[in-house]
């Protein structure tokens, strides 16, 4: 499965987590009732009798039916892709939810957060909105709630890349729901599996579990085949059968999918589904068929959510070339390439976050030293009251009573000693471990961003005190989405050590060289000028290109592009001008050395 095929599939994930959350409503309600008979409305007007039914005066007082309306609207606004609005909703079902002091209305409304900051990409945080949530389920003992939490973690895991640990969640839901013959919960769960089988590249274990949630859903007499769950397997079984070059099947899969999608209106499976419809055409060399399904995606999906509108607009870009219309190519390699400077700013934002995190742990290090100079202060104390004590014992042996109570002062004194320096070795351990902070990239023995930053930052001091030239080259392998759409990560990963290992091998001792994200390698030449650095860039270039590399699949000739710029008072800008040249040299048909105009 290709990387940006996952990441469309677990863009549909959270509808199923939460559209069970709506099944724990009051369905005596009225409003409930109102709102069940209009299922069939859109999404506007769904929305529109929400509203009215928050200003019923029956409602007012009724602190669980203004939560639940709430929540039932803030799901809506999120499947329509209005994020922002369901945060501001879910903040007014809190405030009310902890008016009522119902912990489980709150582990729903954190629930609903939790998915709603997944969609946006906030992983870490939506994380930790769902074991909030799964502790007040817990304490509430509401096996039904835990159960959607348990889902939405999986699903929390499958955002952050991190399959195996999804699938742990994933199966403690099936057993669970197993266990409480939920079978609705039983095939959103057997759903989610597979789609985290397709991230470790069991494609056909995915489908098969993937075709299963969708036997299951048509057994249940209320799923008339085109509500959220079916339609959500189906999209899931036409991008499997995709991935498995079923051509056929996937078309006649993608276009059942796409009618119970149209009719749903939700966005992010109506834009994936048209994704694969246009990649279908595009493998298949239909290329003007292709661009409508393409457009249409885009058009939907904008570029708030760079996971699927980068690869939407590389694919486009890719299209309008091979149908030779090189400004249109051009206007999305251009957008493209702005949203990608926008994800590196993002970036640039969490090296901020670790920056703050360092120091942090400079801060405890120094509090440590306070802690240990206080206990040699004590230390130099006790030893004082041992002089006192052994002159009174000397003067004063009628006063036993007296010099028992200092001994036990004495005593009390050491115990605190004692437990200060247990305190003490507890902080210096926390702190050796967060200062072995990995300096490595984990795949590739490269150094990571931190460590390069460090090294970069030394290398432009010593720049500015003796005025020696320092270059940077960016390079990204040809193609390499190709590879990875072929033949699996699996192989991608043995090119990327093999190709890591040979740029290592051929810098100077006083290069450096990181891997930067993904494919890309960034190079560090100290004391270079920028002639210097475009010829060592040849030379990696040719090192690359030159010998074939060797993989369980095969010998594969690959090749690397470069974008070389000077550093003249700051890396960073330096990296971005190396980036630039770096598209110049991937439009102009890749494996060269381009120079960053100045």
Not at 138 to 151: F, G, I
């Amino acid at each position: 499965m290709t990387r940006f095929q996952c990441k469309v599939v677990t863009s549909f994930l959270f509808l199923g987590c939460m559209h069970l959350c709506a099944g724990s409503l009051n369905a005596a309600a009225d409003w409930q009732q109102s709102f069940n008979a209009a299922s069939n409305r859109s999404p506007e007007a769904l929305l529109h009798l929400l509203d009215e039914a928050l200003k019923e005066p029956d409602y007012l007082d009724d602190l669980e039916a203004q939560v639940q309306i709430r929540l039932q609207k803030a799901q809506l606004m999120r499947d329509a892709g209005r994020y922002q609005e369901a945060l501001s909703v879910l903040s007014a079902a809190d405030a009310v939810a902890i008016k009522a002091l119902r912990p489980d209305l709150q582990a729903e409304v954190i629930l609903t957060r939790g998915t709603v900051k997944g969609e946006l990409g906030q992983v870490a945080d939506a994380i930790d909105d769902f074991h909030a949530a799964r502790k007040l389920a817990q304490q509430e003992n509401n096996q039904n709630l835990e159960l959607n939490v348990l889902n939405a973690l999986g699903v929390g895991y499958l955002y952050a890349h991190n399959p195996e640990r999804a699938i742990e969640y994933l199966e403690q839901t099936k057993e669970l729901a197993q266990a409480l013959g939920n079978t609705m919960r039983e095939r959103v769960a057997l759903g989610n599996i597979g789609t985290a089988l397709a991230d470790m590249n069991q494609i056909e274990a995915s489908l098969q579990a993937h075709r299963q949630a969708y036997a299951l859903s048509q057994k249940d007499p209320q799923d008339t085949g085109s509500n959220a769950h079916s339609v959500y397997q189906l999209a899931n079984i036409c991008s499997r059968l995709f991935d498995l070059k079923r051509i056929d099947e996937a078309q006649l899969e993608c276009r059942h999918a796409l009618q119970g999608a149209e009719a749903l209106g939700h966005v992010r499976i109506l834009s994936g589904i048209l994704m694969t419809l246009g990649k279908l055409q595009f493998e298949q060399g239909n290329m003007t068929e292709a661009l409508a399904p393409l457009q249409r995606a885009l058009d939907l999906v904008g570029t708030s959510t760079p996971t699927i509108s980068l690869p939407l607009l590389e694919t486009l870009a890719t299209v309008h070339t091979q149908l030779n219309l090189p400004a249109q190519a051009a206007s999305y390699w251009q957008q493209a390439y702005e949203l990608h400077l926008g994800q590196d700013a993002r970036e640039r934002t969490a090296l901020t976050e670790e920056l703050e995190v360092r120091y942090e742990v400079e801060r405890r290090n120094r509090d440590i030293e306070l802690l240990q100079l206080n206990a040699q202060l004590q230390d130099t104390q006790i030893r004082s009251r041992d002089r006192q004590l052994f002159f009174a014992a000397g003067l004063l042996i009628t006063c036993l009573l007296l010099m028992a109570a200092l001994w036990r002062g004495y005593s009390e004194k050491r115990k605190l000693e004692a437990e200060l320096i247990k305190r003490n070795t507890k902080l210096e351990d926390a702190l050796n471990t967060i200062q072995k902070l990995a300096s490595v990239d984990s795949l590739t023995g490269l150094l990571n961003r931190r460590a390069f930053n460090d090294i970069a930052r030394q290398a432009l001091e010593h720049k500015r005190r003796t005025d020696a030239p320092i270059a940077v080259a960016l390079g990204d392998i040809d193609n390499f989405k190709h590879i990875n759409d072929t033949y699996g990560h699996a192989m991608g990963d043995e090119v990327l050590t093999e190709i890591a290992n040979r740029l290592s091998k051929s810098l100077r001792g006083t290069d450096v060289v990181a891997r930067w994200g993904g494919e890309e390698f960034l190079c560090l030449f100290p004391a270079t000028d920028i002639d210097a650095a475009l010829a060592l860039a040849e030379k990696l270039r040719l090192e690359v290109n030159t010998y074939p590399v060797s993989t369980a699949f095969g010998n594969f000739t690959i090749s690397i592009t470069f974008g070389v710029a000077a550093v003249d008072n700051d890396i960073q800008t330096a990296i971005r001008h190396a980036d630039m040249a770096l598209y110049e040299g991937k439009r102009a048909g890749g494996n060269v050395c381009s120079v960053a105009s100045t």
